[in-house]
């Protein structure tokens, strides 16, 4: 049985969100919940941002490409032919292959499709480990439902949950810039050619609908009333200007690197008003809090409302991280972000650190087997995304 946990509702501690929570007898444990994930914790060693200088990837060459047919349907779930064993024997990319790999296409609103050759400067790459394997699991909800749905507008617009958004093709985002929102590749392209509504991709920050919720408190007593109508709730669309994928995802489509580089970067034609995230290089799982990530999307048994979750990590390859979060198709996209101590700053900090790519399909001997997997923000990954977003790499030199 899937429990329809109200955050929003349970924070404020009303009557009727006591009738969400069959599994929770008091409000204690959410409320609980809820301090341990904002407040930073007390404790002599706190978990602390890694201080690394990152690699430069620079674009260098720009050529015009065929203009895509746009006929491919939008995927949801993620079909590879290589399974976690088959990551852990792979061989870490050359110097070569990863300058093929991190070329990238740029789809643009008017249907011009460039392709950018890069170059990489001051990289070295890391030492092979051989991580251990995950457990396989075969269903999307592992057990009891841990996933919450966050409503009511003062949770809604407020960050992090603002900085979440829902991509016209079915997916998820986050926002990581003034314009831009971090996705994952398969939704936009399918691996051989852009999915169906691509040109005229769209982003939609979920809202309140105003003239339901005429003012604060007749917008709480409306999601108390009716916590999970999706009518009170509405969209604002912006439409994508230019659409950047790494040729790691396209050339990935028949081998075994393409989940490696599920990753994908809009940029907006305006400027959105909300909070974003800031990008960050992935840390080792066990660096976490709590070994901890979490994530907000929009699922699509939930219509109209953004769920949020988090798990503990399990096990990660340099590539990709391995975790038991529930989630369904529709929060593939969504940006998987950690909260630590940022050293230079001085400061508590929220960072995207990978991107969910869904529930990773593999056939093997001749049967379906399920991974529930992310994509790691790597160094390059992050010198890539973030020259992507401030069209710069002076600023991008620090993950």
Same mark, same amino acid.
Not at 134 to 163: E, M, T
Not at 249 to 270: P, Q, S, T, V
Not at 299 to 308: E, T
């Given at each position: 049985?899937?429990?329809?946990?109200?955050?929003?509702?349970?924070?404020?501690?009303?009557?009727?969100?006591?009738?969400?929570?069959?599994?929770?007898?008091?409000? $204690?444990? $959410?409320?609980?919940?809820?301090?341990?994930?904002?407040?930073?914790?007390?404790?002599?060693?706190?978990?602390?941002?890694?201080?690394? !200088?990152?690699?430069?990837?620079?674009?260098?060459?720009?050529?015009?490409?065929?203009?895509?047919?746009?006929?491919?349907?939008? !995927?949801?779930?993620?079909?590879?032919?290589?399974?976690?064993?088959?990551?852990?024997?792979?061989?870490?990319?050359?110097?070569?292959?990863?300058?093929?790999?991190?070329?990238?296409?740029?789809?643009?609103?008017?249907?011009?499709?460039?392709?950018?050759?890069?170059?990489?400067?001051?990289?070295?790459?890391?030492?092979?480990?051989?991580?251990?394997?995950?457990?396989? !699991?075969?269903?999307?909800?592992?057990?009891?439902?841990?996933?919450?749905?966050?409503?009511?507008?003062?949770?809604?617009?407020?960050?992090?949950?603002?900085?979440?958004?829902?991509?016209?093709?079915?997916?998820?985002?986050?926002?990581?810039?003034?314009?831009?929102?971090?996705?994952?590749?398969?939704?936009?392209?399918?691996?051989?050619?852009?999915?169906?509504?691509?040109?005229?991709?769209?982003?939609?920050?979920?809202?309140?609908?105003?003239?339901?919720?005429?003012?604060?408190?007749?917008?709480?007593?409306?999601?108390?009333?009716?916590?999970?109508?999706?009518?009170?709730?509405?969209?604002?669309?912006?439409?994508?200007?230019?659409?950047?994928?790494?040729?790691?995802?396209?050339?990935?489509?028949?081998?075994?690197?393409?989940?490696?580089?599920?990753?994908? $970067?809009?940029?907006?034609?305006?400027?959105?008003?909300? !909070?974003?995230?800031?990008?960050?290089?992935?840390?080792?799982?066990?660096?976490?809090?709590?070994?901890?990530?979490?994530?907000?999307?929009?699922?699509?048994?939930?219509?109209?409302?953004?769920?949020?979750?988090?798990?503990?990590?399990?096990?990660?390859?340099?590539?990709?991280?391995?975790?038991?979060?529930?989630?369904?198709?529709?929060?593939?996209?969504?940006?998987?972000?950690? #909260?630590?101590?940022?050293?230079?700053?001085?400061?508590?900090? #929220?960072?995207?650190?990978?991107?969910?790519?869904?529930?990773?399909?593999?056939?093997?001997?001749?049967?379906?087997?399920?991974?529930?997997?992310?994509? #790691?923000?790597?160094? $390059?990954?992050?010198?890539?995304?973030?020259?992507?977003?401030?069209?710069?790499?002076?600023?991008? #030199?620090?993950?």
């Amino acid at each position: 049985m899937q429990t329809n946990h109200k955050w929003g509702e349970a924070l404020r501690g009303s009557p009727s969100s006591m009738a969400s929570f069959p599994s929770i007898p008091s409000p $204690l444990p $959410l409320l609980s919940l809820f301090f341990l994930l904002s407040i930073p914790p007390v404790t002599l060693i706190q978990p602390q941002w890694p201080l690394q !200088r990152v690699p430069v990837v620079l674009p260098q060459v720009t050529e015009d490409r065929p203009a895509p047919h746009f006929q491919a349907d939008a !995927r949801l779930d993620v079909t590879s032919p290589c399974d976690p064993e088959c990551h852990k024997k792979a061989l870490p990319p050359s110097y070569w292959d990863l300058r093929s790999i991190l070329s990238y296409e740029t789809l643009h609103s008017n249907g011009r499709l460039t392709e950018t050759a890069v170059g990489i400067y001051g990289y070295t790459a890391p030492t092979q480990t051989t991580p251990a394997l995950p457990s396989r !699991r075969k269903r999307q909800i592992f057990g009891h439902d841990g996933r919450f749905s966050i409503v009511g507008q003062d949770f809604l617009l407020n960050y992090p949950f603002s900085a979440a958004v829902k991509l016209s093709t079915g997916c998820s985002g986050t926002l990581v810039g003034d314009r831009h929102v971090l996705t994952a590749a398969h939704c936009v392209h399918d691996g051989k050619n852009y999915v169906k509504g691509a040109q005229k991709l769209r982003v939609g920050f979920l809202k309140p609908k105003q003239r339901d919720s005429p003012n604060p408190a007749s917008a709480t007593n409306a999601s108390n009333t009716h916590p999970s109508s999706p009518d009170k709730m509405k969209f604002q669309w912006i439409r994508a200007k230019r659409t950047h994928v790494p040729k790691g995802w396209i050339k990935g489509n028949g081998n075994d690197i393409g989940m490696d580089y599920d990753y994908a $970067l809009l940029e907006l034609k305006k400027a959105h008003k909300r !909070r974003h995230m800031k990008l960050g290089v992935s840390p080792p799982a066990k660096q976490l809090p709590g070994r901890r990530v979490q994530f907000s999307g929009y699922d699509n048994d939930r219509p109209g409302q953004l769920v949020y979750r988090f798990c503990r990590a399990g096990e990660e390859t340099p590539d990709l991280l391995y975790q038991h979060c529930d989630a369904q198709p529709g929060a593939s996209g969504s940006g998987i972000y950690a #909260r630590m101590w940022d050293r230079r700053r001085r400061r508590w900090e #929220r960072k995207v650190i990978g991107v969910f790519s869904g529930h990773q399909w593999v056939e093997r001997d001749g049967a379906s087997q399920e991974f529930n997997v992310a994509v #790691r923000v790597t160094p $390059l990954k992050y010198a890539q995304i973030c020259y992507w977003i401030k069209g710069n790499y002076v600023d991008c #030199r620090e993950g």
